[in-house]
């Protein structure tokens, strides 16, 4: 017959039963099953066969039991153990931290921040006599750094004034549906955009070691989209119109009126009551103000704060719509009509993605 397992009597079998039966941890109930299963006589390899372990492994959760009682059952590696690995930072805690305050400040040689001067730095500040340039381009990553290109504010821009548009605009919008409360009621954004004969270069993917060219012949001929956005749904209507001025506004705002759906069932039935109201929010440009612009009746502009292309998501459209014409050469206008007119086509149909780049968080109307 096998001989029994030695087991201390730290706790009764009612009471190893008991941690078993309550423990939240999977290892740690494993470990309770094996001792109670022992504590009732089984022997270690029926007890460990029974509860899914190796017999050397029960063989050190009963040791461990019996020297150190319940302390010894516990699951350890829960516990997160600093164990050094790799080999030892460039910098050490104190170093790094010094890194990220001097990132906020010019580098000594007053331009910008990059790798190798991150690298340069290191050299000072420990003494040694090489650091290879990606260490400073790792140590940049490593302090939260990414590289960007800023996005243009004017001097001009007031923070509390588009702060409090951006505060006030739900309010705004909640206000016009308590106007007309059996009115569907749609936000829209309105800019304009530019482009023609002369080059868009701009970056792109290219085999390692092959410099892409660009064919150009600068030529200043132009064309404008007037492009509107509903960022909530990230539905698109576009115009392509051939210059700028409150004429063209007048004739675009009553294209858009019609194609959004304003009419629609109200010109069937003869009427020019509007079935919906479109809030329509554009920038402070002279022509969009002018007394001159016909807006058509549904429509009711709201203007942003002025010098605050931030706030405007119909500046998003723009990097969509250039794409067809980065880094291609035109011959004429009518060209480049041609391809935006597919663009635009196209954009219709990209509404998740345009929802995406255009529904600010402060859009929270909805």
Not at 297 to 321: C, D, M, N, T
């Amino acid at each position: 017959m096998p001989k029994k397992a030695y087991l201390a009597d730290h706790l009764s079998n009612s009471e190893l039963k008991k941690r078993y039966r309550a423990s939240q941890d999977p290892v740690e109930a494993r470990r309770w099953h094996l001792l109670w299963k022992i504590s009732l006589g089984w022997t270690i390899k029926n007890a460990a066969v029974a509860v899914g372990i190796n017999y050397q492994y029960a063989f050190k959760i009963i040791k461990k039991y019996n020297e150190l009682g319940e302390q010894g059952v516990k699951n350890l590696k829960k516990k997160s153990v600093n164990h050094p690995r790799g080999k030892k930072p460039l910098l050490n805690e104190q170093q790094f931290q010094e890194l990220t305050v001097q990132l906020k400040k010019r580098p000594p040689d007053g331009g910008i921040w990059t790798g190798p001067k991150v690298a340069r730095w290191i050299e000072t500040i420990t003494g040694k006599k090489k650091v290879w340039n990606q260490r400073g381009w790792d140590y940049l990553k490593k302090s939260k750094y990414s590289w960007q290109k800023p996005r243009p504010k004017h001097q001009k821009g007031d923070l509390i004034e588009q702060q409090k548009f951006k505060d006030n605009f739900p309010l705004i919008v909640q206000q016009l549906r308590s106007k007309f409360p059996d009115t569907q009621v749609e936000v829209w954004f309105f800019d304009e955009h530019r482009v023609g004969l002369k080059p868009i270069i701009k970056k792109i993917w290219a085999p390692i070691g092959e410099r892409p060219t660009a064919v150009v012949q600068h030529r200043y001929e132009w064309l404008y989209i007037y492009g509107f956005v509903e960022p909530k749904t990230g539905k698109t209507l576009c115009y392509l119109i051939p210059r700028v001025n409150n004429q063209w506004l007048s004739l675009v705002d009553q294209a858009f009126a019609l194609d959004v759906g304003i009419y629609q069932e109200a010109l069937d039935l003869g009427s020019r009551e509007p079935k919906k109201v479109i809030l329509l929010v554009e920038d402070n440009a002279g022509w969009h103000r002018s007394q001159q612009v016909k807006i058509p009746e549904g429509i009711i502009v709201k203007f942003l704060p002025p010098y605050s292309p931030e706030l405007q998501p119909a500046e998003r459209l723009w990097s969509l719509i250039d794409e067809p014409l980065v880094n291609e050469y035109f011959q004429t206008i009518d060209e480049i009509e041609e391809r935006l007119v597919t663009r635009c086509q196209l954009l219709q149909t990209m509404t998740s993605e345009i929802k995406n780049l255009t529904n600010y968080h402060w859009l929270t109307y909805d």
